[in-house]
Nanobody, 123 residues
Framework: QVQLVESGGGSVQAGGSLRLSCAVSGRPFNNVFLGWFRQTPGKERDFVAAISWSGGGTYYANSLKGRFTISRDNANNIVYLAMNSLKFEDTAVYYC????????????????WGQGTQVTVSS
């Protein structure tokens, strides 16, 4: 089992920045990928970014490259999502997720989920 707890969401004006945190606990983290997804009402959950816990390799949705950065703090078991130059369309509930199976970009490839944190960007 892996437990994930997100924090850091909130309201920000367009052009501002936020950093989301995901505290990770549970099973050993070798071969685990941590991902961030986001979802707006009535829409599917979309891939944002992912990171290999052991190797640190990072992966991003093409549309978010350059504005969003995923990173990890292995000592404290935290994964971060730094979001810069935020836009109104970044408004969503952001979820942290973990997986050990193949695949990377689809929510059904992830086994564990946090409760989500709301990000609201005002224009």
């Amino acid at each position: 089992q892996v437990q994930l707890v997100e924090s850091g969401g909130g309201s920000v004006q367009a052009g501002g920045s936020l950093r989301l945190s995901c505290a990770v606990s549970g099973r050993p983290f070798n071969n685990v990928f941590l991902g961030w997804f986001r979802q707006t009402p009535g829409k599917e959950r979309d891939f944002v970014a992912a990171i290999s816990w052991s190797g640190g390799g990072t992966y991003y949705a093409n549309s978010l490259k350059g504005r969003f950065t995923i990173s990890r703090d292995n000592a404290n078991n935290i994964v971060y999502l730094a979001m810069n130059s935020l836009k109104f369309e970044d408004t969503a509930v952001y979820y942290c997720a973990a997986k050990t199976r193949a695949g990377l970009y689809r929510p059904d490839e992830y086994d564990y989920w946090g409760q989500g944190t709301q990000v609201t960007v005002s224009s």
